[in-house]
């Protein structure tokens, strides 16, 4: 059995550091697996659910707030209904 707690330094400024990185990992894993959920929802386009992917995993925080700028404003949904409203509401005149 392996023993986690051997990983983790004894000297306690070290171990703030650890326990840091531990956690920006898991927001980054978090922030990652939202932005796969999200962009599929939004997009049928492979390249580009695989760049906004990619830019969350290379820049975690930032790269999530430049995914929240540039994703698309509806979901595929959203937006066929949108259609579907669209064709069977008469036009206004």
Known sequence: MINILSYISSDPTIRLSQLALIILGIVAIYLIAITTKDILLRTKSFWYQACC?????????????????????????????YAMLQRITPAQP
Do not use: H, S
């Not at 969350?56 to 595929?76: E, K, M, S």
């Open 53 to 81: 992917i990619l830019l969350v995993t290379v820049v975690p925080i930032v790269g999530f707030f430049l995914y929240l700028l540039i994703r698309p404003a509806r979901t595929i949904k959203q937006r066929d209904m």
